[in-house]
Structures are given as structure tokens and as C-alpha cells.
């Protein structure tokens, strides 16, 4: 069973424009694109399709041309872009899409000017070409329908770049909150390689953020930049497939982020609602190492395995809710099993029973401790006996 892969390669940083033509030199017909875009009400612009090519490497380069009258200060609000795009006949999957990348613009500019998402005016990632950047990004996501979406850690550049409010540092402020989380990299180049319209993107629709390529590639296409730069301006774009083999089918293999400290001086109550504040949040598993620090004092390890893209959440709750002044991090590979839950009615009654599958089959279980407590606190049974009855009837079953 082969699952369709995208991936970005983001070495150089991502953009709009750039998204646009990696897709049209990936095997998106033009036309297919064109027809798709004249189902939302946006007039004024016209689109040009250029081979062109950046330090030998040779792609597609999109140029979004704007009307003379519709230059300079053509701004939207969310509002606006909302309407007009629920308003439209593109599919479903096209308008929650391009919705849901604006969305992230709009919470980061409206967090950065202290304004409601709705009422912030865009400015530049308002004006046309950036409607027709993301709105003919989701149309292109809609056409390959990509069982999962990866992507490289993303490039950021240097330097300063000139925005509404005059010049920013390189990430600018919105492209850097939109990028909370997701892991980056900067200074390959003095200048700004990744804009707001572009980090949106990732956000929205990246499913993970890797450098590993665990994946054939079976087609790869540049969209180009329209800046020359000491690195290739594209953006890379891989269309993959990743053959799961018979005896992985119910594995997962995947990356996660381990965040870990070292904590001496705290009370020991504190560290039972400290786990339940991590698995609250959505790590994967939280677990306490007795360890000996420098002159010899007892301490504890505190580890946290959790999705990447969560440091900010897992860092906070460690800045808040512990004595520790700061953490270790660091991306591991995780393997597991695929696990299904279900109910089965004991002579005790129900409990929920974890089971893990290998190659389709039952290969292990596991009752829910909380099942069985209940059941002991309520019967008088001890917890042990409960476990051991219910294990009992479920091996034979």
C-alpha cells in the first residue's frame, strides 16, 4: 500500500508565489488552475507562468499582475477575505483550506496591533495577489490530495525587510509568531526568505515538520523566487510515496520531542498535578528519574515526550508550574505499535481494553487502570484480584 507524500523543502524559505509555481512545475495544469481561480469574485489581476531558473537550477517562476488603479493601497480586512471566499464556488475543501491559512495571519497580526483576527487590516499579505497566493495554494493542495503533508525545517533568512510600519527585523514579527513552534533555521542569506504568506501555509497544512526522508521520491519541482541570492531562491517540492512493507503495516514510526529537567528544590506534591498539567496539554507520555546532581544532592529528571511543535506549550508549563529556570530539548524517533480501544463487558462489568495491533492482529493488551480501580473501590474486590479475574476472561474470550 503505497500513501501519497508532499514535501516541502523549504532550504531556501517559502513564499506564496513560490508555493504557486512549484505546484504548476510539479503537474498542476494551468489551466486546471485558472479555471478554478475564476470561481472567487477577485478582478483586477491577471497571472503569467515563467520558466526561469536560480544558480542552474531551472522551475517555474509565477508573476501575480496587478491592474495600475489596484497598486498601492488596496487593503482587506478578515471579514472581507472571509466573505469572499465563502461566497465563491470552489469546493469545500478548498475554501476551509485557504480560510484556515488567512486565519493564522489574521490571529498573529491582530495579536501583534492588540486587534480582534476580523478587523485587521492585512496590509500586504491583504492585497490581491496574496488572496490568489493562498486561495491557488489550497486549489493545488485539493488537485494532488496528498495522503500526508511534511516539510523541512524552514529557513528564515537575515537581515531587515521593509513592511507597513517601516523596516523589521528578519523573521518579521507576523511570519515569526505564525511559525510558533515549528522548528526553523536563519541567516543563510542576508534577507527575508520566508514571508507571512508562506509560513501560513506550513502551518495550516504541514502535517509534519522532519529532515528525515523516509520516502521515494517519484517527481520534484521548483517554484522560483524573484530574488538572486548566494543559496538557489526555490522552493523545493517533492511528490513521494511511502511503501508501508507487510510487516510494518501497524507501526507507526514518527518524530517527537523530548523536553527534560532537572529539579532539586521543589515539594514532591507538586509532582503529581505537574504530569496531569503535560498530559492535559497532549504529551505523549510524562515520566520522573530519581537522579544525584552536583554535591551529591537527591533530585528528579523530568521528562516529557511530546508531538513536535509543543515546546512552547510543554516550556510554559515548566516555567509555570515548576522551580526549574529552564529545560533540554531535543527531537527523537518514535516507534509504536497501532493501538485501538475498545469496551468489553466482564463478569465485574465494563472496561475499556487497550489493544495493539501487528499486521492487523491482536498481538498484546491492556486493561484501563482507572476501569479496574472503579471497580474495586465499588465492589470491594482488591485491585489486584480485579486485574487478575478480568485478565483471566479476556485471554479466554
Known amino acids: 500500500m503505497a500513501e501519497k507524500i508532499l514535501y516541502f523543502d ?13 505546484f504548476i512545475d510539479l503537474g498542476v495544469p494551468m489551466d486546471y488552475l485558472l479555471s478554478e481561480l475564476s470561481k472567487i469574485s477577485l478582478e483586477g ?8 531558473e536560480r544558480k542552474g537550477i531551472h522551475g517555474i517562476r509565477v508573476d501575480v499582475i496587478l491592474e495600475k488603479d489596484l497598486h498601492g493601497n488596496h487593503h482587506r480586512n478578515f471579514r472581507d477575505i472571509s466573505k469572499i471566499i465563502k461566497d465563491s464556488l470552489l469546493s469545500k475543501y478548498v475554501k476551509e483550506t485557504a480560510l484556515s491559512i488567512f486565519q493564522l495571519i489574521a490571529d498573529a497580526e491582530g495579536k501583534l496591533h492588540g ?19 493562498i486561495v491557488a495554494t489550497a486549489i ?37 509568531q505564525i511559525l510558533k513552534g515549528i522548528p526553523v533555521k536563519s541567516g543563510a542569506v542576508p534577507f527575508e526568505t520566508t514571508t507571512p504568506t508562506g509560513a501560513a501555509i506550513l502551518a495550516a497544512c504541514v502535517n509534519q515538520f522532519t529532515d528525515n526522508h523516509n520516502f521515494t521520491p517519484v517527481k ?3 517554484g522560483v523566487g524573484h530574488r538572486e541570492t548566494d543559496i538557489p531562491n526555490v522552493l523545493r517540492l517533492i511528490l513521494a510515496e511511502e511503501t508501508v512493507s507487510s510487516s510494518l503495516s501497524s507501526i507507526a514510526m514518527d518524530d517527537a520531542l523530548l523536553i527534560e529537567c532537572n529539579i532539586d528544590d521543589m515539594n514532591p506534591e507538586f509532582y503529581t498535578p505537574l504530569m496531569d498539567h503535560f498530559l492535559e496539554a497532549g504529551a505523549f507520555d510524562v515520566y520522573y528519574t530519581s537522579i544525584f546532581m552536583k554535591k551529591g544532592r537527591p533530585a528528579v529528571k523530568v521528562s ?14 515548566i516555567f509555570r508550574e515548576t522551580s526549574s529556570f529552564g529545560y533540554r530539548k531535543t527531537v ?7 493501538r ?6 466482564t463478569s465485574l462489568g465494563r472496561v475499556r481494553v487497550k489493544k495493539a495491533l501487528l499486521d492487523g492482529k491482536n498481538l498484546k493488551f491492556k486493561v484501563e487502570f482507572e476501569d479496574c480501580l472503579k471497580i474495586s473501590r465499588e465492589q470491594g474486590i482488591a485491585l489486584p484480584e480485579v486485574y487478575r479475574m478480568i485478565h483471566g476472561e479476556l485471554y479466554e474470550a
Do not use: N, W
Open 115 to 133: 486587534k480582534p483576527p476580523e478587523e485587521v487590516h492585512f496590509h500586504e499579505v491583504g492585497a490581491i495577489d496574496s488572496i490568489v497566493d
Open 340 to 345: 485501538v480501544l475498545e469496551e468489553k463487558m
Open 140 to 176: 493545488c493542495l485539493d488537485f494532488f490530495k496528498p495522503d500526508r503533508i511534511l516539510c523541512s525545517t524552514v529557513e528564515l533568512g537575515g537581515g531587515f525587510v521593509k513592511c507597513a510600519h517601516g523596516l523589521m527585523p528578519v523573521p518579521a514579527p507576523a511570519t515569526l
Open 304 to 317: 516529557v515526550l511530546a508531538p513536535v511543535g509543543m515546546e512552547t506549550t510543554i516550556g510554559d508549563i
Open 332 to 338: 527523537v524517533g518514535k516507534v509504536a505499535l497501532e
Open 10 to 22: 523549504c532550504f531556501s524559505g517559502i513564499a506564496g508565489d513560490m508555493t504557486i509555481a512549484a
Open 220 to 222: 520534484i519541482a521548483y
Open 45 to 52: 489581476y491577471h497571472i503569467q507562468f515563467v520558466p526561469d
